[in-house]
Nanobody, 125 residues
Framework: VQLQASGGGLVQPGGSLRLSCVAS????????IAWFRQAPGEEREWVSC????????YYADSVKGRFTGSRDNAKNTAHLVMLDLKSDDTGVYYC???????????????????WGKGTLVTVSS
């Protein structure tokens, strides 16, 4: 099983980034995909979750209206488009997967079956 997040980098406040999460080794269509982030010195926090069938996408209040999650089931890939980035968005971003067949909360770390290595997003002028 592999999940790999990419697309992070250094961006100025107000800028944008598009993160990608590529997966292999499990049945992608059966899993919801979540994004979490961890700021320096802080606990990891939930950012977004998209269901396995595109029907619902959920966001933390702190990113609602600025971040958009999507997935391409043909490519086993999920994306997180981040607009109007703020310094508080700085952190390592992780994608994770949770199996819809055993429903667990998509906004909690304990609900995840698989985790990918993160990608660093730095928002700074």
């Amino acid at each position: 099983v592999q999940l790999q997040a990419s697309g992070g980098g250094l961006v100025q406040p107000g800028g944008s980034l598009r993160l990608s999460c590529v997966a292999s080794g499990f049945t992608w269509d059966d899993y919801a995909i979540a994004w979490f982030r961890q700021a320096p010195g802080e606990e990891r926090e939930w950012v977004s979750c998209i269901g396995s069938s595109y029907d619902r996408t959920y966001y933390a209040d702190s990113v609602k209206g600025r971040f958009t999650g999507s997935r391409d089931n043909a490519k086993n890939t999920a994306h997180l488009v981040m607009l109007d980035l703020k310094s508080d968005d700085t952190g390592v971003y992780y994608c994770a997967a949770t199996n819809n067949l055993t429903p667990r909360p998509c906004n909690k770390e304990y609900g995840m079956d698989y985790w990918g290595k993160g990608t660093l997003v730095t928002v700074s002028s």
